[in-house]
């Protein structure tokens, strides 16, 4: 059996260590409030204010991310047209894209 530098091995210690922390939080849970007031707690939390209608609270926009994608657009309106949505197509752009990464490593001496 391989040791560790500290001469014990550490995944029992940190299974030791787990089991610790699950026992400290499970006491303090114990300590905790025993009262439960059914329809009172369960209810959302809207800083003092009574619960709205969901059509009162939903945000109409088109798109949450406009700006962002209107900011990038030069870059999504072509990756947009070139996306095929074929698996084939996505394993071919990673390939060349680790292939690129690995050329430049080999030129400048990383590997």
Avoid: C
């Amino acid at each position: 059996m391989i040791e560790s530098p500290s001469g014990f091995w550490g995944p029992v210690v940190w299974i030791i260590a787990a089991i610790v922390a699950l026992l400290i939080a499970y006491f303090i849970q114990r300590r905790g409030e025993k009262a439960y007031k059914k329809g009172v707690q369960s209810e959302t939390f809207l800083m003092g204010n009574p619960k709205l209608s969901e059509g009162e609270t939903h945000i109409k926009a088109h798109n949450i991310y406009w700006g962002f994608f209107e900011g990038l657009k030069k870059y999504y309106v072509p990756t947009i047209a070139a996306h095929t949505g074929i698996i084939n197509d996505h394993l071919i752009w990673f390939i060349a894209g680790i292939a690129v990464v690995v050329i430049i490593l080999f030129v400048t001496g990383g590997i």
